[in-house]
């Protein structure tokens, strides 16, 4: 099963495992947190009709044989327990969340009921129903006020700057309990700043094309100094799909004197997903004007409330539990990005 199979990553993971051979369940909710138009369009490409806004229905791929998707809330807790007592799950990669660092200044109960409650009905299903391997999205936003770099799973993150990144760490801290209770194998990644192709409309790729093409002031904020380690969607999905194959073990090294916050004596582990390869919020501005011709015209902001000054991964980790490590150069995604975004709104 994949939750959150409608969204930005969600779409570009399930792509990648059906051409890999998979039977894949697919659900989501297609809230309007942004506009679902976007949403719908990419599970057509995964073959999925209009069929998909009917509730709790089963909808085949007319495209992928083995992909079925069903319109279904993780906070539905009867009918969450109904789908895993059905399929029986072998392997659950767990994306639905309610995203957004500023969004969650202003609406803090939807991140409760979705990143909390709903984060407890798919690790519940996938401890009563026998699931091999957990794996559940988390974030670089829980680094928090973390000042070393690069950032390391074995560093601890502690201090949140906003109520998102403590949503995402409690997830975490959930999962390690099950996997210590129930020895449920689980595996949590921190993706960081992801881009490309089908992103959403309120994030900075979408926000700067668009300003930039239709002659819109783009907000810059902290006047432009800050860095993110922007990876691009395709290397996430790489990632996901390699790392379902690697069911973490119990570490028979754990030192509970020094214990490292990214494995365990329980079958529990954490990996970072990122490029490695942190880039000023001004270079990556001209990255888009360079494949746009065109220069943006820039509203200089202070920092905003829930920002970090800086995202930076060290994915050592996950080059060595997967032989990958993210590597596609930012002019390269880039360009991928702003192709897409003109073709898909007809610029």
């Not at 939750?3 to 697919?26: D, M």
């Not at 057509?44 to 992909?67: E, H, N, P």
């Amino acid at each position: 099963m994949l939750t959150g199979v409608a969204g930005f990553i969600g779409s570009a993971v399930v792509a990648k495992l059906l051409k890999e051979g998979n039977e894949v369940v697919g659900i989501d909710n297609i809230n309007d947190y942004y506009d679902p138009t976007l949403k719908y369009d990419r599970l057509r490409c995964l073959g999925i009709g209009d069929d998909a806004k009917d509730w709790g229905q089963k909808v085949k791929s007319t495209r992928f044989m083995d992909f079925t998707f069903i319109r279904l809330d993780i906070t539905d807790k009867e009918a969450m327990e109904r789908l895993f007592e059905s399929e029986k799950f072998e392997t659950v990669v767990h994306l639905a969340a309610q995203p957004g660092v500023r969004y969650s200044i202003t609406h803090p109960q939807v991140y409760i009921e979705n990143n909390i409650n709903g984060f407890l009905n798919v690790i519940e299903g996938c401890r009563k129903n026998g699931v091999k391997h957990f794996v559940f999205a988390s974030s670089s936003s829980i680094y928090g006020l973390n000042g070393k770099t690069p950032f390391s799973e074995g560093d601890p993150a502690n201090h949140p700057v906003s109520l998102y990144a403590a949503t995402k760490k409690s997830n975490e801290l959930m999962a390690h309990a099950y996997s210590h209770i129930y020895g449920l194998p689980v595996t949590g990644l921190r993706f960081f700043t992801v881009y490309g192709p089908w992103g959403r409309p309120d994030m900075s790729p979408f926000l700067f094309i668009d300003g930039i093409i239709n002659d819109r002031p783009i907000k810059v904020f902290n006047n432009g100094d800050m860095l993110r380690d922007f990876t691009y969607i395709d290397d996430i999905a790489e990632s996901v799909s390699r790392i379902i194959k690697v069911v973490p073990e119990i570490n028979p090294d754990w030192n509970s004197l020094s214990p490292d916050p990214s494995t365990s004596s329980a079958p529990y582990r954490i990996y970072n997903v990122g490029n490695q390869n942190p880039t000023r919020l001004l270079d990556y501005i001209k990255a888009i004007e360079k494949v746009l011709g065109k220069e943006a015209v820039k509203e200089m902001l202070p920092m905003q409330a829930g920002d970090v000054y800086q995202t930076y991964a060290d994915s050592s980790s996950l080059a060595k539990a997967t032989g990958f490590t993210p590597g596609t150069s930012l002019d390269d995604g880039i360009r991928k990005t702003v192709s897409w975004f003109i073709e898909y709104y007809g610029v």
